[in-house]
T-cell receptor, first 112, second 114 residues
Framework: GENVEQHPSTLSVQEGDSAVIKCTYS??????FPWYKQELGKGPQLIID?????GEKKDQRIAVTLNKTAKHFSLHITETQPEDSAVYFC???????????FGTGTRLLVSP | DVKVTQSSRYLVKRTGEKVFLECVQD?????MFWYRQDPGLGLRLIYF???????EKGDIPEGYSVSREKKERFSLILESASTNQTSMYLC?????????????FGQGTRLTVV
């Protein structure tokens, strides 16, 4: 089955810096790659996703890139702000949400 | 604006107790999921349901069962709670058959078994 690895487990940056979180997946059939943000005391919330027919997707300060050949995808956050501090999860699926396999999470801390 | 509600934020139960975790969604979705979240392990799927009275095992179903008597409610049951079931439990509900559509999560239930 699918296996998703996520790095780093913790990431500390200064406000205004960029942050990059990387994930690798094992199943070449995976075609959907969402990223979730979990703030303290809340459930995960989808922030951006990408499908396998696209190499990059941007939404304001957030971007995701996908390299299908290398089987890895990354989340890029530019001009980080303290409210970006949260745990971020990547995930991969080949057959919809019920086959979604999550990474182990990255705790991002943005210091003012 | 509430979409997925879990009945308890925090629970403390004793070893051997039968524990019910409740999840309700107001989006009329067929699909509902139960995950547990542990540090360093991410989210792992316990059970899911794609219709009333239907259920399927996820990756870690041992020690758990589920009930889906009504479309809006999906219950996770720990038949005899054990300390290794101390965890954060998350319920999610995505629309059916729509890859790429957001699944809404509840706020989580932090269960401690003593």
């Amino acid at each position: 089955g699918e296996n998703v690895e996520q790095h780093p487990s913790t990431l500390s940056v200064q406000e205004g810096d960029s942050a990059v979180i990387k994930c690798t997946y094992s199943d070449s059939a995976s075609n959907y790659f969402p990223w979730y943000k979990q703030e303290l005391g809340k459930g995960p919330q989808l922030i951006i996703d990408i499908r396998s027919n696209v190499g990059e997707k941007k939404d304001q300060r957030i971007a995701v890139t996908l390299n299908k050949t290398a089987k890895h995808f990354s989340l890029h956050i530019t001009e980080t702000q303290p409210e970006d501090s949260a745990v971020y999860f990547c995930a991969a699926s080949s057959k919809g949400f019920q086959k979604l396999v999550f990474g182990t999470g990255t705790r991002l801390l943005v210091s003012p | 604006d509430v979409k997925v509600t879990q009945s308890s934020r925090y629970l403390v139960k004793r070893t051997g107790e039968k524990v019910f975790l409740e999840c309700v969604q107001d989006m009329d979705h067929e699909n509902m999921f139960w995950y547990r979240q542990d540090p360093g392990l991410g989210l792992r799927l316990i059970y899911f349901s794609y219709d009333v009275k239907m259920k399927e095992k996820g990756d870690i179903p041992e020690g758990y069962s589920v009930s889906r008597e009504k479309k809006e409610r999906f219950s996770l049951i720990l038949e005899s709670a054990s300390t290794n079931q101390t965890s954060m439990y998350l319920c999610a509900s995505p629309p059916a058959n729509k890859v790429g559509t957001e699944a809404f999560f509840g706020q989580g239930t932090r269960l401690t078994v003593v």
